[in-house]
């Protein structure tokens, strides 16, 4: 049971940072900043994502990762 436990956070964590990931290189693509907060998933840094200017394919890019 432990062991399920350990690979299910492993599977959780990556997914957390493959969507960082992706959100980071959406960002890059648009050449923008990275956000200037440390935690991208935070209120301050989806309130900072909200007021960049982005094509609407990227904002729903964004929106959905973020989902």
Not at 37 to 66: I, P
Request: proline share 3%; no cysteine; glycine share 4%.
């Amino acid at each position: 049971m432990l062991q399920r436990r350990s690979a299910h956070r492993t599977q959780l964590v990556r997914g957390r940072i493959r969507v960082t990931s992706q959100v980071q290189a959406v960002l890059h693509r648009n050449m923008l900043e990275r956000p200037p907060v440390t935690d991208l998933f935070g209120t301050r840094s989806m309130a900072w994502l909200e007021h960049q200017t982005l094509s609407a394919d990227e904002r729903q890019t964004v929106g959905a990762l973020m989902r």
